[in-house]
């Protein structure tokens, strides 16, 4: 019994381990890029060691694609505990694009942890065995919704649910992603509550206006 109880402790340590590594290193790619980020600086950081995040990860190009299956992992999980396809369609899909809107603004160092892997052509998230596996529940959700939709005469048919998730991942990324020289060029801070709060009832509306039947 004291045994077991000693490796459950151990099996606990390990993974709080863990997690403030990936916690502490997400700050970091998001902040400096892969190039820029340093293993010594993520491991001062850390209540951990260099000698551990390499025990845990392998090296910096491991612990970055960790980085990145850990943050998609965060938005498709919240997405399925919500379960948004249960509800009606008009309701559901709403609920879905609030969702994603909110989880961008959010969540930020989401948004340049993409970009920066975006600047380096997808090289990494192509090398996550799970990520298509992983983002195929959204598109089954937003499937099932429209599926509904169409069945019950609320919206149009023939949508393609990539296409819908690419509109909606679209209008939410760039809220974030170009927040700074937005305010800048134009003097409108996406991230003001009140900018922020008009610009999700936009985007769900335009959205919503694309996919409802006339």
Not at 28 to 56: C, H, N, P, Q, V
């Amino acid at each position: 019994m004291a045994e077991g109880r000693k490796d459950s402790k151990r099996s606990r340590e390990a993974a709080e381990t863990r997690d403030n590594i990936l916690q502490v290193a997400t700050r970091e790619f998001a902040d400096k890029g892969l190039a820029g980020a340093r293993i010594d600086e993520i491991a001062d950081k850390t209540a951990s060691s260099k000698r551990m995040i390499y025990y845990y990860f392998g090296g910096k190009d491991e612990l970055y694609r960790a980085v990145l299956e850990r943050a998609y992992e965060r938005i498709r999980a919240q997405e399925q505990d919500a379960r948004f396809e249960n509800l009606p369609p008009a309701e559901a899909l709403r609920a879905i694009i609030g969702h994603n809107v909110d989880y961008h603004f959010e969540n930020p160092d989401f948004v340049r942890l993409v970009m920066n892997e975006n600047v380096h052509y997808g090289e990494h998230i192509a090398q996550i065995a799970s990520m298509k596996q992983r983002n195929s529940t959204i598109i089954a959700s937003l499937g099932a919704i429209l599926d509904k939709g169409v069945e019950a005469g609320v919206f149009r048919a023939g949508i393609d649910p990539v296409d819908l998730h690419a509109m909606i991942s679209a209008l939410s990324f760039y809220s974030v992603s170009n927040r700074h020289t937005f305010l800048h060029n134009f003097g409108v801070d996406f991230a003001e509550p009140t900018v922020r709060a008009k610009r999700r009832e936009l985007i769900i509306g335009c959205v919503l206006s694309w996919v409802t039947r006339a």
